[in-house]
């Protein structure tokens, strides 16, 4: 940790070298990895690195995500001291054997106890589902959604379960030893859990994102609205509003590559066709959508028709709807939002 430590130091001085200057922040963000196991003489160390390098204030907000069992109230009360305003604890599931079977060992203890070391340090607290895992049931997936609304949060993000190949939950599902659940019962769970977060004071502004008034996250939304930033670290991404850049992957040529100022392993420069798809993609998955000028105007002329006969067959299947000058996506159309995009691609 100390080595990695010291390398992520390093990048955030080269980057303020490059700059000349502080930079203004609006969101600091803790992520990828455990960042709740850093030890905390080096987080302490890190904060101080980023007051040389940036301006940030207690109107900032500073979110770190926490892996329950790897937090207590003693290092939630030093990262509130250091600035952290904003939780985002990985909970996915409370079923203990299918959290297991993804390999993840925390238990509902873990769960409860870092939510009550929260209280009274942290109003900003997001936890994560996934929908979709595993041998959950629909009246399972229910009962715990209900069950969290008794909890002291803020924000809820709920993620379709992603099966990536090669990995072990892949070949476990492709052996048939974990059954997934099929599309259209996510579907239908999906629109029940969206309608039902609503119901008790979690309006859904995004695909994945659900927030109490005055919490949803600054952070995600310079994402969603492709609004520039500079990630640090090990396989970090970076946006500068026209380059997508990555750091290198492998720990150690990302060390040895910080000492020489050379972290970046992949770098995009994004052309119109793919600026275009990408804020297609990125309004969409917004709950108030895409203004219907500016798809035409990105359509163009020679597709126009075309596309404007798919905006309405995905209308006709109530997917979509235009509503105030906007194409919006329906909790149905949310759930397939992926499906919805590439048929809407110019």
């Not at 203990?96 to 607290?125: H, P, S």
Request: charged residues 25%; negative net charge.
């Amino acid at each position: 940790m100390p080595q990695y430590h010291h390398a992520l130091q390093k990048e955030l001085l080269a980057f303020h070298d490059q700059q000349g200057q502080k930079i203004d922040v609006k969101t600091i963000y803790f992520g990828g990895g455990t960042p709740s196991t850093y030890p905390d003489d080096l987080l302490l160390d890190t904060f101080g690195t980023l007051r040389k390098v940036s301006n940030f204030d207690d109107a900032t907000e500073i979110t770190i995500e926490v892996n329950p069992g790897t937090a207590n109230r003693a290092k939630l009360e030093h990262w509130k001291r250091l600035g952290v305003n904003r939780l985002s604890i990985g909970v996915q599931s409370l079923n203990e054997k299918v959290m297991q079977d993804i390999n993840r060992l925390q238990t509902n203890t873990d769960i409860y106890n870092v939510l009550q070391d929260a209280k009274g340090l942290f109003d900003n607290v997001n936890v994560d589902l996934i929908i979709g895992l595993p041998n959950i049931s629909s009246t399972q997936w229910k009962e715990q959604v209900k069950s969290i609304m008794q909890w002291p949060i803020a924000h809820i993000a709920i993620y379709f379960l992603t099966v990536h190949e090669f990995t072990p939950l892949y070949y476990r599902v492709k052996k048939r030893d974990l059954m997934l659940p099929p599309d259209d019962e996510i579907v239908d769970l999906y629109d029940w859990t969206v309608e039902y977060l609503e119901r008790h004071g979690f309006m859904q502004y995004e695909v994945s994102n659900f927030a109490r008034e005055g919490f949803q996250s600054v952070h995600n939304r310079g994402y969603w609205q492709r609004k520039p930033y500079r990630g640090f670290g090990v396989g970090a991404w970076s946006f500068d509003g026209s380059n997508r850049f990555m750091n290198r992957k492998n720990l150690a040529l990302y060390m040895k590559g910080a000492q020489e100022n050379d972290t970046v392993e992949f770098t995009e420069l994004l052309n119109d066709e793919q600026v275009i798809l990408e804020s297609i993609m990125l309004n969409l998955r917004q709950k108030e959508g895409l203004k219907a000028d500016d798809y035409y105007r990105f359509v163009g002329s020679e597709k126009y028709d075309c596309m404007k006969e798919q905006v309405e067959q995905l209308k006709g299947r109530g997917l979509l709807v235009e509503r105030d000058g906007r194409l919006q996506l329906t909790i149905k159309g949310l759930a397939l939002e992926q499906e919805i995009i590439v048929k809407m691609s110019p």
